[in-house]
C-alpha cells in the first residue's frame, strides 16, 4: 500500500469510493438526504479536487487501485481542517486510515498549522476512535440539521475534534 497526492486521473476512483462510503453509512431512514449530500459533496468539491484543495492537500491510498482518501482543507490562519477520510470496507482494519492521518498531519506540521480539526457523525463510531486514539480530544457536540457539502444534516449528532 503506497499513500501518495491526488492526480486528476483518480478523480473517478475518489468519487467513487466516496459514494461507496456514504452508501455504507446512511442509515435507510436517510436515503434521500444523503443521495442529496452525495451529490453537493461532489459538486462543490470532489469533482474539483485541484481547485478545492489548495496547494495539492489531497492524498490517496493506492493498492492496485485507490482504496483510501484524505484531505487538509485551510480552517483558519493558523488551523487546518481534516476532510474525506475514507477507506475501502474491505481494505480497513490494516493501518490504512492510521498512514492517511499522518500523511494529512505531517503536511499540516511542514504547513506551519499549529491546530487540526476535523469534525465526524455519529454514524462514524470507528472513525471517531481513530482519532481519539491519534491524540485528538473533542471539543464539542452538535445536531446538524442543515445540510452542505461539508455534512449531511438529517439531525444526526456531528462530534468535533481538535489536536
Not at 64 to 88: F, K, P, T
Not at 128 to 148: F, H, K, M
Request: aromatic letters at 10%; hydrophobic letters at 40%; proline letters at 2%.
Amino acid at each position: 500500500m503506497k499513500v501518495r497526492r491526488y492526480r486528476s486521473p483518480d478523480r473517478d476512483a475518489v468519487i467513487g469510493l466516496f459514494r461507496d462510503f456514504m452508501r455504507e453509512l446512511a442509515p435507510p431512514a436517510l436515503a434521500a438526504e444523503f443521495d442529496a449530500y452525495v451529490e453537493t459533496a461532489i459538486r462543490e468539491e470532489l469533482s474539483r479536487i485541484e481547485d478545492y484543495y489548495a496547494g495539492g492537500a489531497f492524498w490517496v491510498a493506492e493498492e492496485e487501485r485507490v482504496v483510501g482518501m484524505v484531505g487538509i482543507e485551510r480552517h483558519g490562519q493558523d488551523s487546518a481542517e481534516l476532510r474525506r477520510m475514507a477507506v475501502d470496507r474491505q481494505y480497513r482494519r490494516k493501518g490504512i486510515g492510521r498512514e492517511l492521518l499522518a500523511t494529512a498531519e505531517a503536511y499540516c506540521r511542514a504547513s506551519g498549522y499549529g491546530k487540526v480539526v476535523l469534525s465526524t457523525s455519529e454514524l462514524q463510531v470507528a472513525a471517531r476512535q481513530l482519532y481519539e486514539t491519534s491524540g485528538y480530544r473533542l471539543v464539542r457536540q452538535e445536531v446538524a440539521v442543515a445540510q452542505s457539502h461539508k455534512r449531511a444534516g438529517a439531525g444526526l449528532t456531528r462530534y468535533h475534534y481538535e489536536k
